[in-house]
């Protein structure tokens, strides 16, 4: 049965900073339009959309060129937004803090519009872990969205997680802790609730703490995806789950203070529940996705959006938003992107 045609648009939109003066924003743009094979997008219906100081709105239109470009110019202009269709494939939306490195005055925005090739249902999640304990392998189930006994009710250890972290000290911003912690401690009070140490720790402390990703069997683990990754679009990976090439963990070390860093523009492929034969090969796999990075909290927290294929040995993981194997009553089952 052949995968009925859709038509979505591509909405690119960026802005700089605000603080930037409107000289300072790229005036002379070209929108460059390929698919996820790389093929030249020709035809297709760009919209640029520059606005001025003043508020005034200017769109220019048009199809791009035999090289899937077009361009577009102006004067003055404090915020840019970018627009692209194809039938048949996937829209596309650049944020206002995707382009903080554009260069000024003139700048080509490449984009990249996937095809709908095969949309199939996956269990697809924004899991929130709490990470009970320290120095111990936490498996986590992505088929039951839980942890493993005796920490959860989950059957198979899909990914596992350890962490440890330290408390080291109140943060400056309290110049005197003690007044802070009995505030607390009056507010718990006139609510009905105990005052908690450990959880004043958490919210007022300074901690830093590290994580490290594992894979409990053999050839089973994690590629990191960057070249790859189209950070604003619906689809931002490939739609196949690749072969080989699977490292065997991530680690990542964080703190709760400071500034933070420009979010990292990266998604993974995983391979879990794999099964050998005598000499080695795999019988079969099981494949799964992850948009963004993996974030830590350094005080023992875990997020991230997953999306796992139940079905051994099937590396598709394009997913259709209408077929979430987690009912969408589930915390975190609302998962619009493909």
């Not at 269990?123 to 992505?142: E, I, T």
């Not at 077929?323 to 619009?336: E, Y």
């Amino acid at each position: 049965m052949k995968t009925p045609i859709r038509t979505f648009t591509a909405a690119l939109a960026f802005s700089l900073a605000a603080c930037q003066s409107p000289a300072q924003v790229a005036q002379d743009l070209t929108l460059k339009v390929n698919d996820d094979t790389g093929r030249v997008m020709v035809g297709a219906h760009a919209e640029i959309m520059f606005r001025s100081i003043t508020n005034k709105e200017i769109t220019q239109k048009g199809p791009t060129d035999e090289r899937g470009e077009f361009r577009a110019s102006t004067e003055q202009t404090i915020e840019t937004k970018l627009r692209a269709s194809m039938p048949g494939h996937y829209r596309a939306l650049v944020r206002d803090s995707d382009y903080y490195d554009m260069p000024i005055g003139k700048a080509t925005v490449p984009v990249v519009l996937p095809r709908v090739l095969q949309p199939t249902a996956l269990h697809a999640l924004r899991a929130s872990l709490n990470l009970p304990v320290q120095d111990q392998w936490l498996g986590y189930d992505l088929q039951a969205a839980d942890f493993v006994p005796p920490h959860g009710k989950g059957k198979t250890a899909d990914v596992r997680f350890k962490f440890r972290n330290e408390f080291v000290g109140f943060d400056e911003a309290f110049k005197d802790i003690d007044k802070e912690r009995e505030i607390v401690r009056r507010i718990k009070a006139g609510r009905g609730e105990t005052f908690s140490e450990d959880e004043f720790r958490s919210n007022a402390g300074k901690w830093r703490g590290a994580l490290e990703v594992s894979f409990p069997s053999q050839k089973e683990g994690v590629i990191t995806e960057t070249e790859r990754y189209w950070f604003y679009g619906q689809l931002r990976l490939p739609h196949l789950a690749p072969e080989n090439g699977y490292a065997p963990g991530l680690r990542y070390e964080m703190t709760n203070q400071g500034p933070r860093p420009e979010p990292r523009r990266v998604g993974y492929f995983l391979r879990t529940r794999v099964k050998l034969d005598a000499d080695g090969d795999i019988i079969s796999a099981n494949y799964a996705k992850i948009y963004d990075d993996i974030r830590f909290d350094a005080r023992g927290t875990v997020s991230f959006w997953y999306y796992f294929n139940p079905t051994p040995n099937d590396r598709n993981l394009e997913f259709d938003p209408a077929r979430n194997l987690f009912p969408q009553s589930m915390d975190g089952a609302n998962v619009a992107n493909p």
